[in-house]
């Protein structure tokens, strides 16, 4: 069964840093798509970064690139999302997501069968 639990959320000031964490359970990393993706109020859910752990390739949404990295540490089995020079616009709810396949394409909702609660990102200016 798997399961993803998502910690490290926070209110930091603009140009600030927060490290989100993804605890999974029942996840092999090296055949799972991993995947953050975020929320603001009143809008879509969207896709943030993706990692697949069968060819360490890592992928960003063009917003965040050079600010926010995506990695994995395997014998813990937990996913991160580093975020640096954080800005207003980053305020979500930020959740992660994995589905048991490459990572190829994978930048929608519904290509993820698995989800973490979520936690909450304030940015303030």
């Known amino acids: 069964q798997v399961q993803l639990v998502n910690s490290g959320g926070g209110s930091v000031q603009a140009g600030g840093s927060l490290r989100l964490s993804c605890a999974a359970s029942?996840?092999?990393?090296?055949?799972?798509?991993m995947a953050w993706f975020r929320q603001a109020p009143g809008k879509e859910r969207e896709y943030v970064a993706r990692?697949?752990?069968?060819?360490?390739?890592?992928y960003y949404t063009d917003s965040v690139k050079g600010r926010f990295t995506i990695s994995q540490d395997n014998a813990k089995n937990i996913l991160y999302l580093q975020m640096n020079n954080l800005e207003p616009e980053d305020t979500a709810m930020y959740y992660c997501a994995a589905f048991p396949g490459n990572c190829i394409g994978r930048v929608q909702q519904f290509h993820y069968n698995y989800w973490g609660q979520g936690t909450q990102v304030t940015v303030s200016s």
């Open positions: 990692f697949y752990g069968g060819t360490d390739s890592t």
């Open positions: 029942g996840v092999t990393f090296s055949s799972y798509c």
